[in-house]
T-cell receptor, first 113, second 112 residues
Framework: AQSVTQLGSHVSVSEGALVLLRCNYS??????LFWYVQYPNQGLQLLLK??????LVKGINGFEAEFKKSETSFHLTKPSAHMSDAAEYFC???????????FGTGTSLTVIP | IAGITQAPTSQILAAGRRMTLRCTQD?????MYWYRQDLGLGLRLIHY???????GKGEVPDGYSVSRANTDDFPLTLASAVPSQTSVYFC???????????FGSGTRLTVV
């Protein structure tokens, strides 16, 4: 079975500051990992994903995440926050043969001008 | 249609009434899913379908049913709505390889 823990349900950063959203996973087999973003009153959009290969993956809007097997982590970062980054972010895990994705409870990002 | 279409966008429903939430995709994805999203609980899987003609139960299936008569459509039915089913419901689909979901824009359901 798989699961995801997102540390911090609310994160606030100043505009231009580093964004760090934490995600730790549990999986008995090599995982596929994802970050999704949800803007108010919208569905979820895929930000980036890790399946195999390079452990540092780059996504849309300047976000990136690094798969660290030893730490069972897949933290999301962005060097410089923009006001438009304010949203809810979800980490998710599945496996190559998995039937479903398991989502974390989400982290709400606020960007302070 | 581009992606996943959900209908209605929002609905207020009297307790005890029957309601079907519609979901249609045009990407020919084999797998489809229904999630509910509640504050502090994230997204929880209600039912899924790996391919047309098959369905399975997710984490919170009680009070809900689904059908998958064809590849494109995956309706979710609440046979007798209760207030605890007040939520935002998302339909999603995925193609081969488990490389990510495509989500619909959601249905906001309020049961009173």
């Amino acid at each position: 079975a798989q699961s995801v823990t997102q540390l911090g349900s609310h994160v606030s950063v100043s505009e231009g500051a580093l964004v760090l959203l934490r995600c730790n996973y549990s999986s008995s087999v090599p995982p596929y990992l994802f970050w999704y973003v949800q803007y108010p009153n919208q569905g979820l959009q895929l930000l980036l994903k890790y399946t195999t290969g390079a452990t540092l993956v780059k996504g849309i809007n300047g976000f990136e995440a690094e798969f660290k097997k030893s730490e069972t982590s897949f933290h999301l970062t962005k060097p410089s926050a923009h006001m438009s980054d304010a949203a809810e972010y979800f980490c998710a895990v599945t496996t190559p043969a998995g039937n479903q994705f398991y989502f974390g409870t989400g982290t709400s990002l606020t960007v302070i001008p | 249609i581009a992606g996943i279409t959900q209908a209605p966008t929002s609905q207020i429903l009297a307790a005890g009434r029957r309601m079907t939430l519609r979901c249609t995709q045009d990407m020919r994805h084999n797998a489809m899913y229904w999630y509910r999203q509640d504050l502090g609980l994230g997204l929880r899987l209600i039912h899924y379908s790996n391919t047309a003609g098959t369905t399975g139960k997710g984490e919170v299936p009680d009070g809900y049913s689904v059908s998958r008569a064809n590849t494109d459509d995956f309706p979710l039915t609440l046979a007798s709505a209760v207030p605890s089913q007040t939520s935002v419901y998302f339909c999603a689909s995925s193609g081969q390889g488990n490389y990510g979901y495509t989500f619909g824009s959601g249905t906001r359901l309020t049961v009173v």
